[in-house]
């Protein structure tokens, strides 16, 4: 494999091009490390054609968001008979919209809250369901757009109707989950590790939390019992096969035990494109098995096909 070209994708034109920015960069220096040769490529409306003139022997898709996840890169590398890593066109454009991947993981037995989708203009002077509950753009990644309605909130976000709202109008309004953020990944139809994502300075694991320094604090494996870990685990794979996916995905969940017993556990959702720095939740977990981020990565890009 010394010889094979990688294209890494990277950037993009989301609202999540810094995060690819930092994925890509640090995929494509662990790639060069382990012998690849690799062309780093950040992301324009020209990408077919800057793809068809390379041709590499395999695509890294490094990007996030719509675009990057959503399918439509996908279907191009279809088209273009490029190799590429993770999930292919449907359940890429599954997974991508919240509502649709509740559907299918919902009909597969996974735990979901409920939810109704509505636009966003629509619900800016009633509750459209009781507080608390959780506002998300339907096509969004990194927590962009989210809000939290607390169950005392006299009335809707008025960000929803603001003029600088620019992550669509269709939105998902979600009962709230009380309770531990965990997340578990699953790598070729089997599940890593579970990690419980401790917020540090923030009300919920959003876009700072998530990326900035010291925004959140990641226990692996996570401190839970054994039963719900490996139920948890189940769930991942379960929502992983069910959706369609390949390659490496990452499950969210929240465990409520507020009021004892077993608790209530919720799947929230599934990513498709997980952060791929080395510190990054899913390269944390294949860490914790023994992988090296390189390793990783090697295993990524022998896995690369089309047709997912």
């Known amino acids: 494999m010394s010889a094979t ?9 989301s609202s999540e091009r810094p995060v690819s920015l930092s ?30 003139n390379l041709k590499p022997d395999a695509v890294f898709n ?27 066109v449907l359940a890429s454009a599954l997974a991508m919209n919240k509502q649709q991947a509740k559907f299918v993981a919902a009909a597969a037995g996974v735990p979901v809250a409920e939810a109704i989708v509505t636009d966003r203009r629509e619900i800016v002077s009633e509750h459209p369901m009781k507080p608390p509950y959780v506002v998300k753009p339907v096509n969004e990644g990194s927590s962009f757009g989210v809000v939290i309605v607390k169950e005392d909130q006299s009335h809707p976000p008025q960000v929803l109707s603001s003029a600088e709202w620019r992550y669509g109008d269709r939105v998902m ?108 939740l899913v390269p944390e977990m294949a860490a914790h098995e023994g992988m090296t981020f390189g390793a990783f990565l090697r295993w990524m890009v022998e896995d690369a096909s089309c047709m997912r």
């Not at 382990?34 to 992301?43: I, L």
């Not at 490094?62 to 292919?88: C, K, N, V, W």
């Not at 599940?191 to 876009?207: C, K, M, Q, R, W």
């Not at 390949?246 to 929240?254: I, K, L, M, P, Y």
């Open 62 to 88: 490094a990007l996030h968001g719509p675009f990057g996840e959503d399918g439509t890169i996908q279907g191009i590398l279809e088209y273009l008979q490029i190799p590429y890593t993770h999930s292919g």
């Open 5 to 13: 070209h990688v294209a890494v994708l990277m950037g993009g034109f």
């Open 23 to 52: 994925s890509g960069n640090a995929c494509a220096d662990a790639l060069e490390a382990e012998g690849f040769r690799v062309t780093r490529v950040d992301v324009d409306r020209d990408v077919a054609t800057v793809l068809k």
């Open 173 to 280: 309004v979600e009962r709230y989950v009380y309770g531990r953020e965990l997340t578990c990944g699953v790598m070729g139809g089997r599940a890593l590790g579970v990690t419980e994502i401790i917020p540090l300075g923030h009300n919920f694991y959003d876009y700072d939390a998530k990326y900035a320094a010291g925004g959140s604090r990641h226990v692996i494996p996570a401190d839970i019992p054994a039963a719900l870990y490996a139920r948890i685990q189940e769930l991942a794979v379960r929502a992983h096969e069910a959706i369609g996916c390949r390659g490496v995905t990452r499950s969210d969940f929240r465990f409520d035990d507020r009021f004892g017993g077993d608790g209530e556990l919720i799947w929230l959702e599934i990513n498709t494109q997980p952060g791929m720095t080395p510190t990054s």
